[in-house]
């Protein structure tokens, strides 16, 4: 059974259970605190230190963004970057670029702008999702990756470019 069976699986089986948690790792007081300090287990998804997904809103987002992709040209097999930190949003967009047939291209958060246009050249990547993060790094190399034919931004406004 392919991987994105099993979301939907699970998101029949299980809708409304949590199955993602995002910690609140903007606190002001940080200092020497374990995640487990962070009440993972508590039923309060409105705590001040965490966000929750569950299993039917993991599915339809993974499905939304599948769709779109879609509807924007994306074939099977063609190459779909992830710049993102690691947050709640990140599988869900994983998982609907799977759903869509593309291949997943990870990128990891620490490269510099020079190493993300080699890995996005490497890997004939078609499109890239990014976040607010990357927008200083990918300004720097947007002329220089003609085959990035789409950008998604994964966040509040938008880039200039």
Known sequence: MPITEFLSRNAALYGNEICLTEI???????????????????????????????????????????NLLIKRGIKKGEKIAILLMNCLEWLPIYFGILKAGAIAVPLNFRYTAEEIRYCLDLSDTVALVFGPEFIGRLENIYD???????????????PSF
């Open 144 to 158: 220089q990756i003609p085959k990035v034919r789409m950008l998604f931004f994964a966040g509040e406004g938008r």
């Open 24 to 66: 609140n790792l903007d606190l002001q007081e940080r200092h020497n605190v374990i995640w487990r300090e962070y009440e993972l287990i508590e039923n309060n998804p409105a705590g001040e230190y965490r966000r929750d997904m569950t299993w039917r809103v993991f599915d339809e987002k993974a499905n939304r963004m599948a």
